[in-house]
């Protein structure tokens, strides 16, 4: 009896369910071919399991649904409002918080205060909305993440730091004035959801001090990147996520967060701030661009739903169950010797596109292709991170990743164990016939976050 290993389950039962819809092949194959090969365009109903994205795609809790009926919808002081703002303040510790409609309202926000016309913004890898804010506002992105970030191979267990001299060699040649704030990442999304460890932010609050540069943090999925310092980092493996949450907050001067991924809503966002000056400007610019400080974009019900999602997403049985998924999905698919990035990330696994098609050269975007062929396969949709989403340059340039990857992104606590079966079992049949698949040509590409409504043709 002493070698029974002892499973995780879900710590949630169901007490409703959404019928999904089954499609036929040929069903699929005109669907895909309607969509322009871009699985953002695929209508949902012909769609399987959705692993497109982990934003607003969550279940909420009987306590977030009936939360939802306490919405006080005043124009001004919602009840809602004051329950989030304390929230925000006891979990993750930042003084003042403004609710935006998401994440990249806080963003725009948030740019259009700190950076002016030529402004350097260090980060942990880019964001496609959070960088597009960035050079919207005058600044220019530079990539500091540590270079074991753009090996898929790389098993680092904190693919998420920041390379140090990276950072220093930044300050050096445009000086510290020029860096309004280093643009920190927790669980580094392009990476492959990668954690940064609490070390590399301790060395890093050092050193921006030192420089007095303010960090940033993008808070989206700040929970998972605690639950792996929790099962990684030394000093860390008998303190709850809770703590460990607060402490990686501790070393930022302010964040942004879309709370469609950790804090478990369908909408809702926020910006905070520890600067009364920042703030007050903040709250001035809200209302221009998404309502009043006491609601920015959302409804009190909305905000109710976030407070609550927000507790819940910070305790260890949810956040083991919920990166555990993503886990038994990444094993799963190691086992079909399908190449994904490793370590396994937090929110999705991330299959690697360039060795999965290495006959497909990047102008013909493997990824992209990768992700159609999939849905053709079995009606799952998942999302192309690469060389299609990584844009232009300002100068109309062509960016090439290192990694081109498709992201099967787990949405929390929607799908099961077996669903987690049938995808990695989908994704080992397209790689059997991987040496027939060609690939793409773009027909369609808008000016900005292209990869949303590009569109393609099969060569
Ligand atoms: N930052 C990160 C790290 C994100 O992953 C996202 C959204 C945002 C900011 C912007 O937040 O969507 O609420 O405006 N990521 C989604 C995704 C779209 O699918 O990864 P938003």
Redesign the pocket.
Known sequence: MKNIKRSWAEPYKMKMVELMKMTTPAQRKKAMKNAGYNTFLLKSADVYIDLL?D?GTSAMSDHQWSGMMMGDEAYAGSRNFYHLEEVVKNVYGYKYMIPTH???GA?NILSKILIKAGDIIPGNMY?T??RLHQELAGGKFEDIIIDEAHDPENEFPFKGNVDLNKLEKLIKKYGAKKIPYVSI?TSV?MAGGQPISMKNLRELRTLTKKHRIRIIH?M?RVAENAYFIQQKEKGYEHKPVKEIVKEICSYTDGATM?A??DALVNIG?FLAINDWDVYEEARNLVVVYEGLHTYGGLAGRDMEAMAIGIGESVSDDHIRARVGQVIYLGEKMMEYDIPIVKPIGGHGVFVDAKKFLPHIPQDNFPAQTLASEVYLDSGVRTMERGVVSAGRKANGENYYPKLELVRF?IPRRVYTQAHMDVIAESAARVYERRDKIKGMKMVYEPKYLRFFQARFEKL
């Open positions: 994205t934003s998401q994440g990249r963003e964001f909305t959070t990442a999304n993008d989206t879309s469609k991924k966002g992104t």
